[in-house]
């Protein structure tokens, strides 16, 4: 049979191992990876060029509304447009059930939205504020049945936050489905105490998010996240890390034999706190949740991808406007409590950790694709339909010039969000020709993509939730009582049940 698309000549790397091939695609799939192709109906020139999967972005908000209620600024034509310009194949964005609304139709609508407008294949995570018993043993369970097998919740932000009731319930159920848990893990509590006496002393500038949102919350999240995930033996993703002892704690817990994973992106290893100083309010651009932290948080962040204490690098891409949309609710008057916490980063996730990681021998070319691509196929269920070249696997396919040098700018970028932190840095590596199923849609700095042309990927079961592992005592006795009926009853889910 005849190639669709014969790529030749290029340095082909996947997660264990760089070697010179051709790829032949047939129909969408990776049909031969070898030596000598056949001529395809169209040949691809990648000589001296570098063929990498696709990336995965398995963190990034997406026409969504955050929790303190601003909307994204990019829905999901410009989001697609703007992961599939940075060499992102596949994005899985959340539905955000916010308080008082039906999980199932917040999935529904989200669904619809997504499929009239992605460019790129995607899927999409849900994030649970509530966990009565419709959402949990009703809708969440169907969902997960339906392909959509992991989930976010919050330990801060008063209008998302579970408490750990809350967050054992949720688990219970993540547990018994074979859904992955993500956890934003802060102390709501100190955050809360150290902003309000910050507000009363007038402290209202951009850096004092940084202030308030303290190391120490984030490493006390961390830990307690880890301890109720224990007490049911239940994998969970702790996402954007940031400090050096977040990592310490999920290091000694994987030590123990805990399945405990997180994820780290590119702006807390390559910014640092003193961006939010900058005169004004332009350090609002700056300010994400949980904050850019120091060098020496980045040292510590680099070194855990290193050894595999953190697994996958998402662009938390958070695109927010600097403007009353999103940063500056309130103009100049606006305080660090009242702006739309997060940053954008969804085209320049891969190439800043190609350039920041690979350029700069702080990580190996196989390193770098288990971080954008591999790991997010397998930890979100998508391996080994997507994650890596071989033989039967979507053709996602991403050709990078290794020396291009770029000098990065807003205008340059596809997103709406109207700036970039990155604004004039110079980085190495870009990925010129993107490839989704087998479609080439970006080339030569140009789209070939129509408005809705992405599937939705039914997701399996992620690789953390199924791996063979023997269950602790202790996880047995306490899923033991989580599966107990009684503790089924919609009854046992109200806060009255809370004694
Ligand atoms: N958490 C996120 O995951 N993204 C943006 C802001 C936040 O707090
Ligand atoms: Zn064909
Ligand atoms: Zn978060
Ligand atoms: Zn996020």
Redesign the pocket.
Known sequence: EIFDLTIRGGTIADDTRVFEADIGVIDGLIAAVGPNLAAGRRDIDARGRLVLPGGIDT?C?VEQR??MGMMCADDWYSASVSAAFGGTTMIVPFAAQHRGMSLKQVAHDYAALAAEKSVIDYSYHLILSETDATTLDTDLVELIRSGITSF?VYMT?DQLKLDDYQLLDVLAVAAREQALVMV?AENNDVIRWVSQRLLERGKVAPKHHGVSHVVLAEAEATNRAIALSSLLDVPILI??VSAREAIGTIAAARQMGAAVYGETCPHYLTLTEDAMDAPGMEGAKYC??PPLRDADAQEALWAALKEGVLQTVSS?H?PYRFDASGKLPFGDATTFKQMA??MPGLELRLPLLFSEGVAKGRLTLPEFVALSATNHARMFGLYPRKGHLAVGADADIAIWHAERETTLTSAALHDRVGYTPYEGMTITGWPETVINAGRVIVEAGALHAERGSGRFIARTAPLPCTAPRPLSPRGRFFRALADDAAARTPAARTPEARM
Request: include cysteine; charged fraction near 15%; hydrophobic fraction near 15%.
């Open positions: 963190h908000h955050s929790g976010k932000y934003h996402v954007h994400c949740s938390d958070a916490n997060g």
